[in-house]
């Protein structure tokens, strides 16, 4: 091995540590036992037996449960509204002033069956008037996302709530609409369009 | 059976098995080499073991020639110096550019309007390019580079292949580049620890075994019989981490809530499995090295060591508490993170008794105070740690800064305090240049640690007030948000510290390198130049 240069920093430096073999002190076991038996406690007092199906790859689907099959099972549109329409018009249906008009006491909601049932299919894009002051509406529309079904059984659910007390609508209803207004594509361009409605 | 008989029996045998374990380790039960103890001491050597600090340990006897022990320690530097200088490079880079991501961040949370106009400078990506540039770049390059450092030092032997560990540095950083590139423009796997894009990943893999190739190789043509603690650490961590990385990040196998399950089980253990025992086995390398005197207790090493390597583990559970995962699977690594606290208290212990009357070192070394910094915060934040699994405490401290906090006491306070130690001790051995400026050295120390108190005080206040206004059901959400705004201030006034005191390192550091080499001289004081050891 041919010579090398050993650098000063190599040669003051302590030699490489080693270990020595003290005895562990007694404190360290206790502390040892101690928290055995806090694990054997904590176990004995945990609640463990969820159903072992839990962390496998279970889709939405399975997660979200078995729909409703049969026509006419109940829907639930109070949930409906939670997810779809109360980011907007919030949870107490007052909407947000000057932004997005309110649902409760709207003449839109509880007036004629046909024009909500529009409203919700087709959406809104132009000015409307709710309750005397005007929105610029930006309505999406919903007729591909949500069944006659589901929209039937939110708008009943809107037309009952915040003081609301107007007729429930079936998906009878909705289906017969959604067939009479279904060459459109585009949203209504604001209050005026919509009061033309039949 | 039920499940509760299964987990509790099984946490009950695999406790007896890993104390039993550990026993017959103690016992030598297990191994066929002699007195291990005695094969370290280098003839004339023993009796040096109390050298203080302040007087330079003699690798020369009496009679001027020079002890086997220094020669074996030259010639491993000397295999060593080219590698563990590149990395130590790279390391210095990806801590700048750390830096500078993870202050942006912070400052955005209370400033969000600042740097809008790009968007690789928004919120969700540079707080991403911080996380993989600390957890990539930073950390496991002056990890690595450390490791190949001190690995043959123990071993008494020379590096071997040291050109493949260039090489899988190279790739390492090349993929580290891609993928932060990436992060940048937007593409992400989507996982926390995980973002970098599992195509850039196989560079990591094929980087990360090359460098761990010549460290095996090293390890097979060691002259030692009994391989000193740092060694089992280092030596474990280039087994774990492939295996947490391969696993975590192969495509198509994990989906849904296995997929968290996964996420945690990669994110904990990597900082458990990898960061954790590369800067515990630095700091069981040169505390007892920077103040002469043997770790104290070998018995505490192996609980210390086995304790980590059996709990840990299990751990990553607790992030999930309150998820759609088993309970039995969170309940587990709740008991398990509580059972960390044995293996934590076994290496304070240690390093407190074998530090228990040298404390005057400290005064001496700046590397010894980040070294001994750097310990105290990995008592603190895994003890701290551990109380967070709990479910009583985790209810208030999830989703909040709280974490936050916790995760830089860790791999600031302990891991990257740790290696600053490290580097300080190192890159003289490596170039034969002493650190130009000794008091820098100090500078920095205070920068960072006044920088990392600031930074934990107020994100452990603010984020535990956060939790507790979102558990209000009387106040609403933005209040919990608004309330925190004092307290990211307050961090990024700390991160800045931090941040500044990166600075300081790496232009000392680069002024280290352009300086002129001192001749060596053998009877050179280093008092005059105290940062140096």
Known sequence: ?198 | MNTLSILMSAFVLSLVGLGFFIWSQRSRLLSHDGDGSAVIFATGEIGHAETTALQPASGTDADGIDSQELLDRVAADASTAPVVFFFYCCAFVWLLVASAAGLTASIKLHAPDWLVSEAWLSFGRIRTIHLNAVAYGWAPMAGLGTALFIIPRLLKTELVGGRYALLGGALWNAALVAGLGSLAYGVSDGLEWLEIPWQIDILFVAGGALVGLPLILTLLRRKVAHLYVSVWYMGCALFWFPVLFLVANFPGIHRGVEAATMNWWFGHNVLGLFYTPLALASIYYFLPKLIGRPIQSYNLSLIGFWGLAFFYGQVGGHHLIGGPVPSWLVTLSIVQSMMMILPVVAFTVNQHLTLKGHLSALRHSPTLQFICLGGLMYTASSVQGSFEALRSVNVITHFTHYTVAHAHLGLYGFVTLTFFGAIYFVVPRITGRDWPWPRLISVHFWLAAIGIAIYFISLTIGGWLQGSAMLDESRGFMESVQLTLPYLKARSIGGGLMALSHVVFAAHFVRLLIGVRQVAQPNSTYLAAPGAL
Not at chain 1, 100 to 107: I, R
Not at chain 1, 128 to 150: H, N
Request: proline share 8%; with cysteine.
């Open chain 1, 1 to 198: 091995m041919s010579k090398r240069e050993i650098l000063p920093q190599q040669r003051r430096e302590n030699p490489d540590p080693e270990e020595r073999r003290t005895p562990i002190p007694w404190l360290v076991l206790a502390l040892a036992a101690v928290l055995a038996a806090f694990g054997v406690d904590y176990i004995s007092h945990s609640d463990v037996n969820t159903p072992p199906a839990w962390g496998d790859g279970r889709s939405l689907a399975e997660l979200v449960g078995d729909k409703p099959a049969a026509a006419g099972a109940r829907i639930d549109g109070g949930a409906i509204f939670t997810s779809m329409c109360a980011a907007c018009h919030q949870a107490t249906g007052q909407g947000l002033p000057g932004v997005f008009p309110p649902l409760a006491g709207s003449e839109w909601v509880v007036g004629k069956p046909d024009t909500a049932i529009a409203i919700l299919l087709h959406g809104i894009n132009g000015a409307i008037e709710v309750k005397g002051k005007v929105y610029q509406g930006a309505m999406p529309a919903f007729g591909a996302t949500l069944g006659d079904g589901e929209i039937a059984a939110v708008l009943t659910h809107i037309r009952s709530q915040w003081g609301n007390a107007a007729a429930a609508i079936s998906a009878e209803t909705v289906a017969a609409t959604r067939a009479r207004l279904a060459q459109r594509s585009e949203p209504y361009a604001g209050g005026e369009e919509l009061a033309k409605l039949p």
